[in-house]
Structure formats: C-alpha cells, structure tokens
C-alpha cells in the first residue's frame, strides 16, 4: 500500500506500506512488514524493516528488526541481532 496512515490505537504492519504513519497508541512492523517514510508513535516495535525517519517514546528493534534512518526516542531497546543504522538521537527528559 502507498499512501497516509493515521490512527489512534494499536496499529500492526505485516506487509508493505510506503508513505508516513502517525499512530498515537503502538505500532508494530511484524516480520514480514516492511516501511518506507516517516513514523510517529508513542511506542514501535520493530520485527520486519523500516527505511524512514522514526519519533518515538519506546523504540524496540527485535532479533529480526531493521532500522534505516534517523531516530529520536526517549527509551531505546536493541535486542541482539537487530540493526540499527542511524543518526540517533534521545529526547530529553521532562
């Protein structure tokens, strides 16, 4: 799919969708989902791939998780195996 996805609650990717997603609640790219564009959401867990810049509270890349693009988060969870190829950056605290 290509286009604009927003949403308000658990949102779960496990194809292909290009084109920037807003979810205020979590977002899931399952392994088999891949991303291209920008991403904001109060937590990503990231089991597929995602290519795109990422604005989020909780950051998880899981052993099949691929991250290609900048980051800024608040907490960070890289589990062994994932990648993360990035210009990172943490949000300040409050």
């Known amino acids: 799919m290509t286009g604009q996805l927003k949403a308000a609650g658990p949102v779960a990717i496990h ?6 997603i807003e979810v205020t609640g979590d977002l899931l790219v399952g392994p088999t989902g ?32 691929k991250l290609f693009g900048k980051a800024t988060y608040k907490n960070l969870a890289l589990q062994d195996g994932g990648v993360m190829v990035s210009d990172k950056r943490r949000m300040r605290l409050p």
């Not at 989020?56 to 052993?63: H, M, S």
């Open 34 to 65: 891949f991303c291209e564009g920008d991403l904001r959401a109060a937590s990503l867990g990231i089991e597929g791939q995602v290519v795109g810049d990422v604005e989020v509270e909780n950051l998880t890349i899981r052993p099949t998780g």
């Open 15 to 20: 194809g292909t969708f290009k084109g920037p």
